[in-house]
């Protein structure tokens, strides 16, 4: 017996055919360049409109800055200073314990916090002595995290590496001896 071949119905070819549009493969190949146009002009966007608080444009004065900034660390070891700072951010209260060997404590003395990324979030406080040796401020909303901290008056300057929340008042001590 001989085997017969059934083939199906012959189809219109005109009623099988779909405009592009229609078509889920092409949308899908349209779709992955298309993601990568648009994080590239949202990631234009984002360089254009925000500032990058890391690049500095006188990079050689800064250079220069360092220098005298060096001298003024050696002028608080000279001093013998020695501050412990607390800093309280539920109430926003800086406290700061101050002291010295024969030399005068002055009056006021300038807290400088520094954001190590972020440069609008960085702060300066006058703190006022309110008994000997001991100075009190109010700063604003600090963040927690790391934070670089500059104490300053006159000739002097001590630094130093806080994190925040504060567990422990944090002591601050000359980063250089003197000079020889």
């Not at 220069?64 to 209260?93: C, F, P």
């Not at 401020?137 to 300057?157: K, Y």
């Amino acid at each position: 017996m001989p085997r017969t071949l059934l083939l199906p119905p012959a189809m219109n070819a005109q009623s099988d055919k779909k405009p592009w549009y229609r078509e889920p493969w092409v949308w899908l190949l349209i779709a992955l360049p298309m993601t990568a146009v648009i994080g590239g002009l949202v990631t234009l966007y984002i360089a254009v409109t925000t500032s990058d608080g890391l690049v500095v444009d006188d990079y050689y004065k800064r250079g220069k800055a360092i220098n005298m900034d060096l001298a003024r660390d050696r002028a608080a070891a000279v001093h013998r200073l020695q501050a412990t700072l607390s800093i309280d951010l539920q109430e926003r209260r800086v406290t700061l314990w101050l002291q010295a060997q024969d030399y005068e404590l002055p009056g006021a003395v300038s807290l400088a916090l520094l954001h190590p990324t972020r440069a609008g979030h960085d702060q300066s406080v006058s703190l006022q002595m309110v008994d000997a040796g001991r100075y009190a401020g109010t700063v604003s909303e600090l963040m927690p995290g790391r934070w670089h901290v500059q104490l300053a008056a006159g000739d002097w300057r001590l630094s130093g590496l806080v994190s925040l929340p504060q567990t422990e008042p944090f002591v601050m001590l000359p980063a250089y001896g003197p000079q020889p």
